[in-house]
């Protein structure tokens, strides 16, 4: 069984066990189950349900496996010819979960 949902303003499409790696969901630890309700199509088989724009009833639930840091970003700016430049670095926090059970 197969379900593309809507999570943080990203559409993936996922399966029972898959693992991914999203924006932090908050207040969550690790161990934490968590529960989405915008699901946009659901594929069973030959069973294909869509949503206008939600299916109905559906959901997958889902397991935080670790809350972490994700690798560094660095943002280079430069002027040319005026002798500046500034260099940061960002680290966006992350949940890393696995997909339990879809529902629908």
Do not use: C, Y
């Given at each position: 069984?197969?379900?593309?949902?809507q999570?943080?303003?990203?559409?993936?499409?996922?399966?029972?066990?898959?693992?991914?790696?999203?924006?932090?969901?908050?207040?969550?630890?690790?161990?934490?189950?968590?529960?989405?309700?915008?699901?946009?199509?659901?594929?069973?088989?030959e069973?294909?349900?869509?949503?206008?724009?939600?299916?109905e009833?559906?959901?997958?639930?889902?397991?935080?496996?670790?809350?972490?840091?994700?690798?560094?970003?660095?943002?280079?700016?430069?002027?040319?010819?005026?002798?500046?430049?500034?260099?940061?670095?960002?680290?966006?926090?992350?949940?890393?979960?696995?997909?339990?059970?879809?529902?629908?």
């Open positions: 069984m197969k379900a593309t949902i999570t943080q303003g990203k559409q993936v499409t996922v399966e029972e066990g898959d693992i991914l790696k999203l924006n932090r969901f908050t207040e969550t630890d690790a161990g934490a189950t968590v529960e989405i309700s915008d699901v946009l199509a659901v594929i069973d088989g069973n294909v349900k869509f949503g206008n724009p939600l299916v009833g559906a959901s997958v639930t889902a397991k935080v496996l670790e809350n972490k840091k994700d690798k560094k970003v660095i943002v280079f700016k430069k002027k040319r010819r005026q002798g500046w430049k500034r260099r940061k670095g960002h680290r966006q926090e992350i949940s890393v979960i696995q997909i339990e059970s879809i529902k629908g």
